[in-house]
């Protein structure tokens, strides 16, 4: 869709299985999209689960020196200002998690127990390491019965914090997500026209509050539910491939 000329754009976009494939992190297909929305002025801004520093190993690959935000809306990373804070501490986190330890059988990404971080992750040793340096939530690895992971999940609001399910990992953070994120950014760049894609649940919140939201076709893309945004569509093509889609309405 093309936004009207007298709109201040903004694109915001989650990054595994959307604008990266969600096993190779492959991206050949949005470099020249990207391009095109650099001629044009319009910041192109990660809105992700991924860690700062993982991002920023990433981000050079694509000349992007825009803001961005990290760990599921946890905070919002600024190249002119402070960064913005939505969360609560991973040392915060870590302090609940141990009181609910005798209670729940569960490994954490900091746990010394937890080893082979690369083969429950999958990536590399170094990415590996990028991913378990986290500032604002923990990833747990469930080792309990499923119907603890329930009581576990009543659990965790009450004392304060949130849960997201889905992938290889519980995570555990503060009680923020991708679109009270975005709250954030709009003011920041002025935007008045927000265009939003992602592929997972945790994207929703994020595209419930833009003009234009692109559900990124995956082959789990079953568990996203509907978005309220005000206009929604689905790409044809998966992963990369269907962010770089230019046939939406």
Not at 204 to 214: N, Q, Y
Request: aromatic share 8%; net charge negative.
């Amino acid at each position: 869709m093309v936004p009207p000329p007298s709109k201040k754009v903004l694109v915001v976009t989650d990054l595994d299985g959307s604008l990266l494939d969600h096993y190779d992190y492959s991206h050949s297909e949005v470099l020249p999209v990207l391009e095109r929305l650099a001629t044009l002025g319009i910041p192109v801004v990660a809105n992700t689960s991924k860690t700062r520093g993982e991002w920023f190993v990433m981000r050079d690959r694509f000349s992007n020196e825009v803001a961005f935000v990290v760990e599921n809306g946890s905070a919002v990373i600024f190249p002119d200002r402070e960064d913005e804070l939505l969360r609560s501490s991973r040392e915060e986190i870590n302090l609940v998690l141990d009181s609910l330890r005798e209670e729940f059988y569960f490994e954490t990404f900091q746990d010394p127990r937890l080893t082979g971080l690369v083969e429950h992750t999958g990536l590399a040793e170094v990415d590996a390491v990028l991913a378990s340096k986290r500032e604002f939530s923990e990833p747990l690895v469930w080792k309990d019965l499923a119907e603890q992971e329930q009581r576990f999940c009543e659990e965790i609001p009450r004392r304060g914090l949130t849960t997201l399910v889905g992938g290889l990992f519980l995570r555990v953070l503060g009680t923020t997500n991708k679109g009270k994120a975005l709250k954030i950014l709009r003011p920041y760049y002025g935007a008045d026209f927000v265009i939003a894609l992602g592929d997972s649940p945790n994207d929703v919140t994020m595209l419930d509050r833009v003009e234009v939201g692109c559900i990124i076709l995956t082959t789990s893309n079953t568990s996203l539910l509907v978005s309220k945004a005000p206009h929604v569509f689905r790409s044809e093509g998966h992963g990369p491939s269907g962010w770089a889609d230019d046939s939406s309405p």
